[in-house]
């Protein structure tokens, strides 16, 4: 039975207020791990270990997990990806040693993993017309969610200490789970044969958008790597840095939807090229930036730049992928681009070190420029067959 639109409307509100509850706790354990090392006593070496079981719990999660929001199974693995994370939080609540820790962050990575493009397959499933509108919007409420973590963590640990502060975000995720499960996903009929990963990378549009997605991941990742670094040596306080941090962020998060109805409107890859073309110069420019003001606009720029590019790389995947495929192409965006901002990440780092700002910036533009050119040489053929 057809919903009617003012129950889409809540349930898609419903999906989104999910989306944002797990990404607050995933924000909050970034910006409090630090004070947690400090709490507990684990060794600097246990840091990479905590961040790294996440990557490869969520590495895992969204490259092979995702398939099973494509056989009818979505709602389930939002429930059940919202309830793993939710308890990862409990327990880095709960935990005071190392090991306990590493596995309470997987658990938010695999969690992450499930629900996420589980979340997308739904939504494409009620709007499949308007992909980029409802890609743009859950992605808008995942950067909001994030972007909240750390400035909801900091308010609640001063009075309450290190634990309550995850225990809020998880209470929000159960509590809006029984509201998921009320949700009613479009039916959808799939083929009993959806195909491989590597058929489905040959399309054009698929590979386009993960390519413009893996070097949209990759400058997060390097910029990641040195933003605060590079501030604190241009002369700016620790406040500044986390100041513009949330301005670098906030565009993104506000302007997303509307960077996915521009990709609903023209081609997504096209979208997607030209906001990469623009973002390449900035990026270079970081390094060359002396004032820390200079650098928290341009970065500001970026991100302007980046509520169109992130849509636009998964709407392409979405639209170039067999119905049947649908969730696992997202996924195969966010694996691979997990791949591209850890490379980017440890490059961006040694580079910086070795040869200053200015070179490390302009070298990791011009990397991230070839996998720019790779998006558009492999759709080249398509892109002059028809208009955007």
């Known amino acids: 039975m057809p919903t009617s639109p003012n129950s889409h409307r809540i349930d898609r509100a419903i999906l989104l207020l999910a989306v944002a509850s797990a990404m607050i706790g995933m924000g909050m354990i970034t910006a409090l791990l630090a004070e947690l090392q400090s709490e507990y006593g684990f060794a600097d070496w246990g840091l990479g270990l905590i961040t790294g079981a996440s990557f490869i719990a969520a590495f895992f999660a969204y490259m092979w997990l995702s398939r099973y929001s494509d056989r009818g199974y979505a709602r389930s693995m939002f429930i059940v990806g919202g309830l793993v994370a939710a308890t990862g939080l409990v327990w880095i609540a709960a935990a005071d040693t190392l090991w306990e820790f590493i596995l309470a962050r997987a658990m938010l990575g695999l969690g992450e993993g499930m629900f996420i493009p589980a979340a997308r397959r739904i939504a494409l499933d009620w709007n499949p017309d308007e992909p980029g509108r409802e890609l743009g919007t859950i992605h808008a409420a995942a950067v909001a969610g994030f972007v909240l973590g750390p400035l909801a963590g900091a308010v609640l640990a001063e009075p309450f200490g290190l634990s309550v502060p995850f225990l809020i975000p998880a209470a929000a995720i159960v509590l809006a789970l029984p509201l998921v499960a009320r949700i009613t996903p479009a039916q959808i009929p799939l083929s009993e044969s959806p195909g491989s990963f590597i058929t489905v990378l040959r399309r054009p549009m698929v590979l386009s958008g993960i390519l413009l997605g893996a070097s949209e991941f990759a400058a997060i990742g390097a910029m990641d790597t040195v933003w605060a670094r590079l501030l604190t040596d241009r002369g700016a306080s620790t406040a500044f840095v986390g100041v513009s941090l949330t301005l670098m962020v906030l565009p ?137």
Not at 265 to 280: F, H
Not at 293 to 306: D, F, K, N, P, W
Not at 307 to 333: C, D, H, K, W, Y
Request: no cysteine.
């Open 252 to 388: 993104l998060a506000v302007l997303a939807p509307a960077g996915g109805r521009l990709s609903d409107r023209r081609d997504p890859r096209v979208v997607g090229l030209v906001g990469s073309v623009a973002i390449l110069p900035l990026f270079a420019l970081y390094g060359w930036l002396l004032a820390p003001i200079a650098i928290a606009v341009a970065g500001a720029m970026h991100s302007v730049l980046m509520a169109a590019v992130n849509p636009a790389a998964a709407t392409a995947v979405a639209r170039g992928s067999p119905v049947e495929f649908i969730a696992r192409g997202q996924g195969m965006l966010d694996a691979l681009g997990f791949i591209f901002s850890a490379i980017a990440a440890v490059a961006m780092g040694v580079m910086y070190g070795a040869y200053g700002p200015g070179v490390a910036t302009t070298a990791m533009a011009i990397a991230i420029g070839v996998l720019v050119v790779a998006a558009y040489m492999v759709s080249r053929k398509e892109l002059h067959a028809s208009p955007s």
